[in-house]
């Protein structure tokens, strides 16, 4: 099967804390590329990390499934009120075809339901389909030396028609 004809079966939804061994799973598998591009230098304790995002309610974690396989995660830390910080990885040989844009058009969505008005995302200036991505959902972008900050504002985005 393809991988064009297995995205058909693309699906999203919240993780719960009872599902924090399949994150940690998907970080395990990424290549070192990866990891920095996500966490922008090389970090390993994903376990620590995973468990401190669940343990605060405020936070959420989005999955995205492929015939019930998680081939992406996105995270939105809770940073006051209406403002969440959102990090996103796609597995490696899933990258490139479109996942990590629907997830998070899937997440925006969300979190603009449960009130969020701002999003914030940190990455390295080589990351450019982060890059890109921001720039499709209307994201401000801002570089400087070596991190790139955009910032999202949902009271002013269509995000149920980032959707279609």
């Known amino acids: 099967m393809s991988i064009a004809k297995s995205l058909t079966k693309l699906e999203f939804r919240e993780l719960k804390n009872n599902e924090s ?15 920095y591009h996500r966490f922008r230098g090389f970090f390993r304790d994903f376990e620590r990390y995973i468990t401190s995002i669940f343990s605060d309610p405020r936070n959420v974690i989005y999955g995205a ?13 809770y940073l006051s009120d209406g403002c969440y910080e959102i990090a ?11 996942i ?10 969300d979190l603009k339901r449960r009130g ?3 999003l914030v995302a940190h990455t390295t200036p080589d ?14 972008v801002k570089c400087m030396y ?4 955009t910032v999202f504002n949902l009271q002013s985005i269509n995000v149920d028609q980032l959707l279609n």
């Open 88 to 98: 996103i990885v796609v597995k490696d040989n899933y990258q490139g075809k479109g």
């Open 146 to 149: 070596e991190e790139c900050t």
């Open 21 to 35: 061994k399949l994150v940690i799973e998907l970080y395990n598998s990424l290549s070192n590329e990866s990891i």
């Open 65 to 77: 499934f492929i015939n019930n396989e998680l081939v992406g995660v996105l995270e939105a830390v």
């Open 127 to 140: 990351n450019y389909r982060i890059l890109a991505i921001s720039r499709k959902f209307h994201g401000t």
């Open 116 to 118: 969020a008005k701002t």
């Open 100 to 109: 990590g844009t629907r997830l998070i058009a899937f997440a925006m969505s």
